[in-house]
Every structure is written in C-alpha cells, then in structure tokens.
C-alpha cells in the first residue's frame, strides 16, 4: 500500500536542543528515503536521502537512520538553530505495479519550531 | 544550473477559464512531475513524464491535462477548474524516474480558482 506516516505533527525545542522525526512506510519494496525542507512560501528542499542498502547517514548537524526490518527512519537535527524552523516531510520510493518507475509519497509533514 | 523554474508564480482564475502552467528544467533530467500541495498539507504527486511521455498519471481530473513538448519543459493545461483545486501547483525534475535520485522542486505557482 501507499502509505508513510510522520511524527510528530509539530515539534517545539529550544534553540541549541536535538530535534527527532519519525517515519515509517508500508511498502517493503521501498528503498529510498529522502527528507525534504520546506520554509513558509518556498519550496521543498532536499536535505538528506537514504538508501536501503545503509542504515545511517550524516551530514553535518543532520543524520538519517533506516531501520528496514521494522520499516522505520528517523531525521535527527543536533545544535538546531532558529534558521532549523520549517516544514520537514519524509518521503518514501515506490513503484507502482506493472511499471518501471519509481514515485514518491510524502509523510504528512512536521513543523519545526526552534526558538532562540 | 540546478534551477527549476515555474511561471506565474501566482495565478487567479475562473471557472470558466482556460490558463497553463509552466516549467522549465536545464539540467539535462529526464523525468518532470507534478505535484499539487495543499496548505499544511504534503505535496500530492499528479502526473509523472518520463523522456517526454507520460508515464503515471495518479487518476487525475481530466480538466488538468499535462504536456511535455520536449525534454526542458513541461506545461499543465487547466480548463474547467473548481474552487478546490486552488492549492499550490508544484514541478519537479529528477535524472531519470526509473532511477531514485533528487527530486528538485520549482518555487510553485499559487494557483486560485473563483
């Protein structure tokens, strides 16, 4: 099925604080993860992808982990800072029977607020 | 360049109208989509081209009707549109769609209907 649940919906921290994401997917044939920014007006940004052949990445303040047992990934923001302030939204790969192409479906978003 | 750029960035319009979207990609990618957002909501994909034909279409009203006239644009069609399909009208381009790499988003055009 065609699902990616995202929690929470908000989350609030304090400037300097870590910020933690959830998602997880119904397909098991996904096998790529990619979050996306997007700050109020503008849009959608990669700023962090996984494939199902690791199960962690990191960049900088940022790390993704993929559980594929269990069907789970995690966004994690370290040191976050007010400009951290947005819109997240996973997203997991899908292909859709009887085709070769590969889709994305998005988790419901989580907004993001870092205060100074 | 890794730019995808959509034109208008805003767009009123009637029902009765008839009005295009427009997008445009030079990075050389091979797959264009479109995606519809709501507000507060996730981008919703409608339609996916591949090396210029369409390839998904995700059961889409057929008052939207997607064009690709070559390989750096792709065009949405509007006709008919209801006051529920205001929302935020999203292009995307990627390497390939057979293949999982970035999506890279255009800014969107705001699309309201009256």
């Known amino acids: 099925g065609e699902n990616v649940e995202q929690h929470p919906s908000t989350l609030s921290v304090q400037e300097g604080d870590s910020a933690v994401i959830k998602c997880t997917y119904s397909d098991s044939a996904s096998n790529y993860f990619p979050w996306y920014k997007q700050e109020l007006g503008k849009r959608p940004q990669l700023i962090i992808d996984?494939?199902?052949?690791?199960g962690e990445k990191k960049d900088q303040r940022i790390a993704v982990t993929l559980n594929k047992t269990a069907k789970h990934f995690s966004l994690h923001i370290t040191e976050t800072q007010p400009e951290d302030s947005a819109v997240y939204f996973c997203a997991a790969s899908l292909r859709p029977m009887n085709t070769g192409f590969q889709k994305l479906v998005f988790g419901t978003g989580t907004r993001l607020l870092v205060s100074p | 360049d890794t730019e995808v750029t959509q034109t208008p960035k805003h767009l009123v319009m009637g029902m009765t109208n008839k009005k295009s979207l427009k997008c445009e990609q030079h990075m050389g990618h091979r797959a264009m989509y479109w995606y519809k957002q709501k507000a507060k909501k996730p981008p919703e994909l409608m339609f996916v081209y591949s090396y210029e034909k369409l390839s998904i279409n995700e059961s889409v009203p057929s008052r939207f009707s997607p064009e690709c006239p070559n390989s750096s644009l792709l065009n949405l069609h509007l006709h008919a549109l209801q006051p529920e399909d205001s929302a935020l009208y999203l292009c995307a381009s990627s390497q390939a769609a057979r293949l999982n790499t970035e999506a890279f988003f255009g800014q969107g055009t705001r699309l309201t209907v009256v």
């Open positions: 996984i494939r199902s052949n690791v």
